[in-house]
């Protein structure tokens, strides 16, 4: 079975997921296509998605919904050239070409939204498109692989069929944390500093200007670390340079390497208005940090609960809370996450999507 992955989202979750999921079906007998598009491109992509038996990564620049007809024609290509059986779209705009294109071959298509973007902070034109468009490709779409429940959710409110849904959680392996001593010389933290971190692109969905007011607000000696790049970035140094927060709030961008250095941190946080099912929030469990997220279906995690403390997005009061109120002590949750969300299942859910038999 072949399987061609597309994408235009080419870095932070879906790189991640492309690159766990990518190498866990090769292993188990699928070959696996990457093409990606577009003009965020991560630095790394194409070297993590390397093993590929097809690989593809083209880098358009310039406003992408102009760009439609080049994403449809570089599917097309890839798909008369490498002759998938199935077709596995990833994030909105892939998955907005990917089901406009009219495949000839007609292969199997599988869409995964990733998270569902018509919520706020979105505008609401945007919202309205979105969901429209989603309402309509529904039908052009065979199976929906979505990474978490709270991503059904949504699926369910667009009122697509329960028989074109599949829940294909996001998994993990374990990694190989550095000791906190020596992922902590690595960043540049002092042995003495109460240290959050933040992975997440600096977008309006991931809710870093209320985390700031938040942490202008907190009696807290906590310094945040926020490891990403985005469109609200000056907007957020400004934020920080007007109300003095330099000492509180680091922003850098983002490392290949955060995931093995996450035991350097006493907290991660994540902010994020909506999500699917984030990768950085089963990570930073993976390392026991306590973890502060919001209160969204999707980081409700089933057996992983009562480990996260969560606070209603784009409310500062309730993260200034959350933050002063964290205990010192907090009971590891590595195991938990290996049990309740592997890869292996994620990849076998994945196979039962794709129509492979096992």
Not at 127 to 133: A, D, H, K, P, Q
Not at 152 to 169: F, M, T
Not at 175 to 194: N, Q, S, T, V
Not at 254 to 278: H, K, N, T, V, W
């Amino acid at each position: 079975m072949r399987v061609l992955h597309v994408t235009e989202a080419c870095g932070a979750g879906v790189r991640r997921h492309l690159e766990l999921i990518v190498p866990g079906l090769m292993a188990r007998g699928v070959s696996c296509g990457v093409l990606a598009f577009g003009n965020r491109i991560d630095a790394g992509f194409q070297s993590a998605l390397a093993q590929a038996d097809f690989l593809r990564v083209q880098p358009i620049r310039g406003s992408r919904l102009l760009h439609l007809p080049a994403y449809i024609s570089l599917i097309r290509e890839a798909c008369r050239e490498w002759q998938p059986d199935v077709v596995h779209l990833h994030a909105f705009t892939a998955g907005l070409a990917g089901r406009l294109t009219g495949l000839p071959a007609s292969p199997k298509i599988v869409y995964s939204p990733h998270s569902f973007s018509f919520h706020k902070p979105a505008g609401l034109i945007r919202r309205l498109v979105v969901r429209s468009t989603e309402k309509l490709l529904q039908y052009r779409t065979d199976v929906f692989a979505l990474v978490g429940e709270g991503e059904a959710q949504d699926a369910r409110k667009l009122g697509v069929p329960k028989r074109k849904l599949r829940l294909a959680p996001n998994g993990l392996e374990d990694i190989p944390f550095l000791p906190r001593a020596e992922a902590r010389a690595i960043l540049g933290i002092r042995p003495d500093e109460l240290a959050g971190v933040v992975p997440c692109r600096l977008e309006p969905q991931k809710g870093l200007l209320p985390l700031l007011k938040a942490i202008h607000l907190a009696n807290s000696p906590c310094r945040l670390h926020i490891f990403g790049e985005g469109c609200l970035k000056e907007e957020l140094l400004h934020f920080i340079a007007e109300n003095k927060l330099g000492d509180k709030v680091l922003i850098s961008p983002p490392r290949d390497d955060l995931r093995q250095l996450l035991r350097a941190f006493d907290i991660g946080i994540l902010p994020s208005f909506y999500e699917g099912l984030s990768y950085s929030l089963l990570e930073m469990l993976l390392a026991d940090l306590p973890v502060i997220a919001s209160d969204i279906p999707a980081n409700h995690l089933s057996g992983l609960q009562e480990y996260i403390t969560y606070a209603t997005p784009g409310v500062p009061i309730e993260w200034t809370n959350a933050l002063e109120g964290l205990g010192s002590s907090h009971p590891s949750t590595h195991d938990a996450v290996l049990a309740h969300y592997p890869l292996a299942a994620q990849l076998e859910a994945l196979l039962a999507c794709y129509g492979k038999e096992q």
